[in-house]
């Protein structure tokens, strides 16, 4: 019987840390060339996803299950927090008439 | 310039990690086909008894989230 019935067979947990490392630089640098909220934000969610799948990976290495449960935990509050990021962003472009980063600027004070 | 940055400090930071975090976070570790007792309903028993208290906190922060986006989305007319 599998870990979670998706594995099928031993399976290097090598490669799952390496795809979460390489989804990690991919969003590092989305996040840094990044010139619109909304790419920000995208790039944040792919950040957080590969923190998950190696989250995923050492769980189903330990064969605890507790590791699974988390990652449900972290994408809820992920969730949460992109909705009122976006509610956020939106109420600076009512002010503003611009959402950019650039915008956010003004938070120097 | 700022993206030649973004693409410089991000494969640095992917070789970095390849060479030197990664080999000795699992060395020669491969999920074998009995990994653990993780069976079908392990991650829901779970969740309803060890971690029922960061489940029902979970449900309050959603609704927080909720009531926090529609006071920010509200337009100023109407009230």
């Given at each position: 019987m599998s870990a979670y019935g998706i594995i099928s067979g031993p399976m290097n947990i090598g490669a799952i840390e390496f795809l979460s490392i390489a989804i990690l630089s991919i969003g590092i640098y989305s996040f840094l060339s990044s010139k619109t909220i909304i790419k920000a934000l995208i790039s944040v969610e792919i950040m957080i996803n590969s923190g998950l799948l190696n989250l995923v990976g050492a769980s189903s290495y330990y064969g605890n299950a507790a590791g699974a449960d988390m990652t449900l935990f972290v994408l809820v509050i992920a969730a949460a927090e992109t909705v009122v990021a976006i509610s956020l962003f939106i109420a600076v472009f009512r002010k503003k008439g611009s959402a950019g980063l650039d915008v956010m600027k003004l938070l120097k004070g | 310039m700022k993206n030649k940055l973004a693409i410089i400090l991000a494969i640095l930071l992917f070789v970095v990690m390849t060479t030197f975090i990664q080999p000795s976070a699992?060395?020669?570790?491969v999920i074998s086909?009995?990994?653990?007792?993780?069976?079908?309903?392990a991650i829901t028993h779970l969740m309803f008894t060890t971690y029922i208290l960061p489940f029902e906190i979970i449900t309050f922060l959603l609704l927080a989230a909720m009531l926090g986006a529609m006071y920010l989305g509200e337009r100023e007319g109407d009230k």
């Open positions: - | 699992f060395p020669n570790g086909i009995n990994a653990g007792s993780v069976g079908n309903g």
